[in-house]
């Protein structure tokens, strides 16, 4: 059985992942939005996050690969559009890019990604981001391989979606691809999960359940979640996701 792709369900997201935006305010600080600005927003999701972007410059466009997402973000009266963050259409338009929870998203070819961003900025402009860094999630990804495993599923590291660079890998890229890099580190972050270990499975690791089949898909998450809890549950059943951070500040000359 082949890995199926990440896919967006809105209303889930808004359920199990809220804490996503509202968990991007140190990398909008960092964008520092002006009023004069025009501005892109890779990955926009739902919106949430955009609309606070949005009250602070001129011109915020959003993008998302998801159509269900741009669906959502327009409700909020932002100007989404859907596109593919590896082959973005701008050309020398934008001030910023800002992105958030978006690139460990995109393991087939990162580097697309920043030329795009490139093309898309006029001279000056500057790309700011945050996403999933070396190690992000590392138990999580290890307890879902192995019930992979226990399954009879073969290389099951072969469905890992994400692409979670060191500071020197992405810092390599993005000087490879134009920019100057101001400001990058790996932050750790432990993150509390609102509706526990199994939403947050249900949410982002649809390529690994997709692997079993549909009958065996919920005992497959309750064995995840069983070998997750001596270390990312506490006494009182709040749940933490092991989440490192890459935050990013880079400039086109």
Known sequence: MKAQAQHWN????????????ALGQPVLDLLNPQPHERILDLGCGDGVLSEKVAAS??????VDSSAEMIDAA?????DARRMEATSLSFDHEFDAVFSNAV?????SDPDAVIDGVKR?????????????GHGCVAAIT???????EHLGVK???HSIPWYFPTVEDYRSRLLRGGFTVEYIALIPRPTPLPTGMKGWLKTFAIPFSSLVPERDREAFLDDAVDRLRPVLCDEQGNWTADYMRLRFAARVP
Request: net charge positive.
């Open 120 to 132: 898309a900025l006029k001279p000056g402009g500057r790309f700011v981001g945050e996403f999933g």
């Open 155 to 157: 290389h099951p590291e």
């Open 57 to 62: 410059c001129a011109a915020l466009v959003c």
């Open 103 to 107: 690139l460990h998203w995109i393991k």
């Open 142 to 148: 290890v307890a879902l391989m192995t019930a992979l």
């Open 74 to 78: 327009r409700k909020r009266s932002l």
């Open 10 to 21: 809105a209303a889930g997201y808004a359920q199990h992942a809220h804490f996503v935006p």
